[in-house]
Protein backbone atom coordinates (compact mmCIF):
# COMPACT_ATOMS: atom_id res chain seq x y z
CA UNK A 1 0.00 0.00 0.00
CA UNK A 2 1.70 3.35 -0.52
CA UNK A 3 2.11 5.67 1.91
CA UNK A 4 3.78 9.33 2.27
CA UNK A 5 4.45 9.46 6.01
CA UNK A 6 7.14 7.38 6.96
CA UNK A 7 7.12 7.77 10.53
CA UNK A 8 4.74 4.51 11.45
CA UNK A 9 7.05 2.45 9.31
CA UNK A 10 9.42 3.77 10.84
CA UNK A 11 8.33 3.70 14.60
CA UNK A 12 8.20 -0.75 13.49
CA UNK A 13 11.95 -0.56 13.95
CA UNK A 14 12.12 1.48 16.74
CA UNK A 15 12.69 5.03 15.32
CA UNK A 16 11.73 7.70 17.86
CA UNK A 17 12.30 11.11 16.39
CA UNK A 18 9.18 13.25 15.12
CA UNK A 19 10.07 14.58 11.90
CA UNK A 20 10.39 12.70 8.54
CA UNK A 21 9.80 12.53 4.68
CA UNK A 22 9.68 10.33 2.07
CA UNK A 23 11.21 11.60 -0.99
CA UNK A 24 10.47 9.11 -4.58
CA UNK A 25 11.35 9.39 -8.46
CA UNK A 26 10.42 7.82 -10.88
CA UNK A 27 12.20 7.29 -14.72
CA UNK A 28 13.98 5.89 -17.68
CA UNK A 29 17.15 5.06 -16.10
CA UNK A 30 18.40 5.97 -12.07
CA UNK A 31 19.88 8.97 -13.12
CA UNK A 32 16.66 10.35 -14.08
CA UNK A 33 14.70 8.90 -10.88
CA UNK A 34 17.29 10.51 -8.59
CA UNK A 35 16.91 13.47 -10.44
CA UNK A 36 12.67 13.64 -9.51
CA UNK A 37 14.08 12.72 -6.04
CA UNK A 38 15.94 15.64 -6.08
CA UNK A 39 13.41 18.24 -7.52
CA UNK A 40 11.02 17.08 -5.09
CA UNK A 41 13.07 17.80 -2.33
CA UNK A 42 15.43 20.19 -2.62
CA UNK A 43 13.82 22.41 -0.23
CA UNK A 44 14.22 19.51 2.45
CA UNK A 45 17.66 18.60 1.64
CA UNK A 46 18.55 21.86 2.79
CA UNK A 47 16.99 21.84 6.50
CA UNK A 48 20.41 20.07 8.32
CA UNK A 49 17.79 18.54 10.88
CA UNK A 50 17.17 15.67 9.07
CA UNK A 51 20.80 13.49 10.08
CA UNK A 52 19.16 10.10 9.40
CA UNK A 53 19.07 8.56 6.11
CA UNK A 54 17.76 5.56 4.15
CA UNK A 55 17.53 5.03 0.67
CA UNK A 56 16.58 2.34 -1.96
CA UNK A 57 16.07 1.90 -5.90
CA UNK A 58 14.53 -0.73 -7.65
CA UNK A 59 14.52 -1.23 -11.34
CA UNK A 60 11.67 -3.14 -12.79
CA UNK A 61 11.24 -5.81 -15.59
CA UNK A 62 9.10 -2.81 -17.45
CA UNK A 63 11.56 -1.17 -18.07
CA UNK A 64 11.83 1.99 -15.29
CA UNK A 65 13.23 2.94 -12.66
CA UNK A 66 12.30 3.80 -9.04
CA UNK A 67 14.68 5.86 -6.13
CA UNK A 68 13.05 6.53 -2.67
CA UNK A 69 14.81 8.28 -0.06
CA UNK A 70 13.46 8.71 3.45
CA UNK A 71 15.27 11.60 5.50
CA UNK A 72 14.66 11.75 9.67
CA UNK A 73 15.13 14.04 12.17
CA UNK A 74 16.16 12.21 15.95
Known amino acids: MPFTDPIPALRTIGFTG??????????????????????????SLLDC????????????DAGFNLVSVVLAAP
Do not use: C, F, K, P
Request: proline share 0%; hydrophobic share 35%.
Open 18 to 43: SNAILLSGYGDDEASALRGVMLQGHR
Open 49 to 60: SYTLYGASTLHA
